[in-house]
């Protein structure tokens, strides 16, 4: 179903709305047809459009709920745009504005959707935040109904690997030798996914060739010294931002600590566009 969504220009992804996509493509439908219809369609959309409208769908397909305003404006148009700019994106956001859930959960798993031939690590504080992460993308993956509906042929792959050490996902709907050339064309060795804390030693060797989120990793313990701040910008120096390619998305995220955290520091290098979220705006 939704075969007529499937052909909306880029003025009508951009300003409509899916209701009322669905409502005039599909005029005639019963308002109950409509709704079962709209899952549906939400999947097709996903799955055609790796835009930030394909991605608002996938976002309300798995969470039931619109994405943020917030985060299509300022996070996920500002990465594509980055993106085309051949940039990574630095996000500074206050906590609680959804940008784990929006970005680290749920725009990875689109990522994986969109390019599971890929691998894509998560960096965190630690390796028990990180791997928990992963675990939801591996969940999502596994059982949610919503991904089955928008890639409904990305699979999980255990004979490679579905643990914390490692998520594996192939293609049912194809050969599986064929499948398993084209990964290591693509990405080598490495896991369709994996979730490290940013002192793992596992990071050394990774070369994410889809995407690389580095989600808060500033906590209290690593901010209370200009010592401690400098290991870290090492960290991110020397071993996590050396496993990228060219063609890797790079996301920083987090809540800035002081003038030289790593959000600072990588905004710095001129590798990365800049966006803020603040808990507050002065009114215009």
Known sequence: GGGGVLNLDSEERDGGGLNEVIEREMEGL?????????????????????????????YELIFGRPL?????????????????????????????????????????????????????LLIQVGDDIAKDSARQIADLIE?????KRAFPNVV???????????YEVKRGDMDYAEWR?????????????VG???????????HPTGMLVVDDIHDENNTRSARELATVNKIVTGTILPTV???????????PWAANDVLHYVKATGEFAAVKTPVLRRAS
């Open 30 to 58: 019963s308002e109950g047809e409509l709704e079962a219809l709209a899952p549906n369609v939400r999947a097709a959309v996903a799955r055609k459009y790796d835009d930030p409208f394909g991605f608002a769908h996938f």
């Open 68 to 120: 943020p305003r917030h985060a299509r404006e300022e996070w996920i148009e500002a990465l594509y745009e980055a993106r085309a700019r051949r940039l990574g994106l630095v996000i500074e956001a206050f906590r609680g504005s959804t940008k784990t859930t929006t970005l680290t959960i749920a725009f990875l798993a689109f990522r994986i959707g969109q390019e599971p031939e890929k691998s894509h």
């Open 143 to 147: 059982h949610h109904p919503g991904w």
């Open 156 to 166: 999980p792959d255990p004979a490679v690997g579905w643990g914390a050490d490692g």
């Open 181 to 193: 050339s084209r990964c290591a064309k693509a990405k080598g060795k490495d896991p369709t996914f």
């Open 196 to 206: 490290l804390g940013y002192r793992s030693r596992a990071i050394i060797g990774k």
């Open 245 to 255: 390619t060219p063609d890797t998305w790079k996301v920083f995220i987090g809540t």
